[in-house]
């Protein structure tokens, strides 16, 4: 009986171990990183697949001109060793520019994990003309976490491409010009650094950070302390891309507030009138909240109806309704990262 006990509690020891699947990428090995990504989109194929990392050593992945690297499975995990080491890089040709042409990676799956990633999409940006599109990721799944991601690139940085979708970003770093935080859904930027570049060689022109386009979702994109740092144009918080639109600023810090543009939010990018955009609590490097008491926008429209008048500070009771919880109500990500973020700590030892 007691031999018996023990083979079961070995058995359970063991189970979880045959179950969770890893594998590592040969170190700056680009080609065996693509591998890689194919054997565990087969393998995760279903949504009840265990969840399987991949693990990325500090190095140099250059894909080339290759684009949309599709990871289709469900419950991937993408590890790299640290943000600033792993980096992932493309190069679309100009030829190809276009938001669903040009992505490092397309996401496919559910529940997918990204963390300590730089992706950097290396499209001739100043030598495309009126649009230099390049992606670095285009997620057309549901529930991704990205904790300690980087992305680098100039329009359309990440694309949140799926009417339903909920993401959610903690700790990660996006760059762009013109609209590079775009598209559907719920998504949450929990003490992001978002970094506006230079729309032009010379820095003139203005930038806009986010253009959603929400349709099928309530929230849309939520950005909760996070940073806005300068490096060259001015620029807009946002505008609307279409059907119901919604962006909120949450006790932001800008290190250079005089680079915000005084209409805050571009009155020119407005297509419909059925749109939501709002800050509170914005704050310069110091902390000292300089958000203005009340700014009433006139939003001209692209419909050519009666232009839109709006106010674009929140009051308190307001802000006070966005919450994790009620947001993503069956979905706790800031519990699910800690989690993998856990697992994955143990897991990178084997790259030491």
């Known amino acids: 009986m007691r031999r018996c006990l023990l083979i079961i509690a070995c058995i359970m020891v063991v189970l979880p171990m045959v179950a969770q699947q890893v594998f590592v990428v040969k170190k700056g090995d680009a080609n065996d990183l693509l591998d890689v990504i194919d054997q565990v989109n087969r393998l995760n194929a279903t949504p009840q697949a265990e969840r399987t990392f991949i693990l990325i050593p500090d190095g140099y992945y250059d894909l080339k001109e290759k684009t949309l690297t599709r990871i289709l499975g469900n419950n991937v995990a993408l590890v790299g060793q640290s943000m600033e080491g792993t980096i992932i890089r493309n190069a679309p040709d100009v030829k190809i520019e276009g938001i669903s042409r040009t992505a490092i990676f397309q996401n496919r799956g559910t529940n997918n994990y990204f963390q300590d990633l730089t992706l950097r999409n290396d499209l001739d940006y100043y030598a495309a003309g009126e649009d230099g599109r390049a992606v670095c990721l285009q997620d057309k799944g549901t529930r991704t976490i990205c904790n300690r991601v980087r992305m680098l690139s100039y329009q359309d940085t990440y694309y949140s491409d799926n009417e339903l979708c909920q993401h959610y970003f903690q700790d990660s770093e996006i760059h762009g010009t013109i609209d590079f935080i775009c598209g559907a859904g719920d998504v949450w930027f929990e003490h992001c650094l978002i970094v506006t570049e230079k729309r032009s060689p010379d820095g003139s022109g203005r930038d806009i950070i986010a253009a959603p386009r929400t349709s099928d979702t309530p929230w849309g994109y939520i950005f909760n302390h996070c940073t806005i740092k300068n490096d060259g144009s001015s620029y807009h918080l946002g505008r609307a891309w279409h059907t119901n639109p919604c962006c909120v600023w949450l006790y932001t810090t800008l290190l250079t507030p005089e680079k915000l543009l005084p209409e805050r939010f571009d ?59 009620r947001i993503f109500a069956d979905w706790e990500p800031d519990k699910e990262l800690r989690k993998w973020e856990g697992q994955a700590k143990k897991l990178l030892k084997r790259l030491q």
């Open 267 to 325: 009155p020119q990018g407005m297509k419909i009138s059925r749109c939501f955009f709002r800050e509170y609590g914005t704050m310069d490097s110091q902390g000292h909240d300089i958000t203005p008491k009340s700014h009433v926008e006139t939003f001209t429209l692209r419909d050519n109806t009666q232009p839109y008048v709006s106010e674009t500070i929140m009051t308190r009771e307001e802000a006070k309704r966005y919450t994790l919880k």
